[in-house]
Nanobody, 119 residues
Framework: QVRLQESGPGLVKPSQTLSLTCTVS??????????WGWIRQPPDEGLEWIGY???????YYSPSLKSRTSISRDTSKNQFTLQLSSVTPEDTAVYYC???????????WGQGTQVTVSS
C-alpha cells in the first residue's frame, strides 16, 4: 500500500520560503503514470490545489501560485519537495501531499502538516 508522509517546519516567517518534503513508501515516484501533488487547506476554507509533478518529472502549477511555487524530487530517496516563496499569513494552512493516476482525482493522501506563517 502506498503511504505518503509530509515533513517540514510548522512555523515560517513572512517573506521567507516554505519548504516541505513528502516521503513516499510502497511505490516509486517514477512509476508510470502516477502524478505526485501538493494541496493545502487554509483555516475555514476548502482545499486548494498547489501543483504536481509527473512520473517523468514534469511539473504543473496552479496559475494563482505559479510565480512562487517550485516542486522538485529526489528519486534516490523517493521524495518530492514543495517550495513556496515570499510567504504571507495568507499561506497559513494544512499542507497535504497526495498521489493521482494521471490527472484524475488524488487517491492516496498524507496525513497533512500544519504550516503557520507568522513573525
Amino acid at each position: 500500500q502506498v503511504r505518503l508522509q509530509e515533513s517540514g517546519p510548522g512555523l515560517v516567517k513572512p517573506s521567507q520560503t516554505l519548504s516541505l518534503t513528502c516521503t513516499v513508501s510502497g511505490g516509486s515516484i517514477t512509476t508510470s503514470y502516477y502524478y505526485w501533488g501538493w494541496i493545502r487547506q487554509p483555516p475555514d476554507e476548502g482545499l486548494e490545489w498547489i501543483g504536481y509533478m509527473s512520473y517523468t518529472g514534469n511539473t504543473y502549477y496552479s496559475p494563482s501560485l505559479k510565480s512562487r511555487t517550485s516542486i522538485s524530487r529526489d528519486t534516490s530517496k523517493n521524495q518530492f519537495t514543495l517550495q513556496l516563496s515570499s510567504v504571507t499569513p495568507e499561506d497559513t494552512a494544512v499542507y497535504y501531499c497526495a498521489r493521482s493516476q494521471g490527472t484524475a482525482d488524488f487517491d492516496y493522501w498524507g496525513q497533512g502538516t500544519q504550516v503557520t506563517v507568522s513573525s
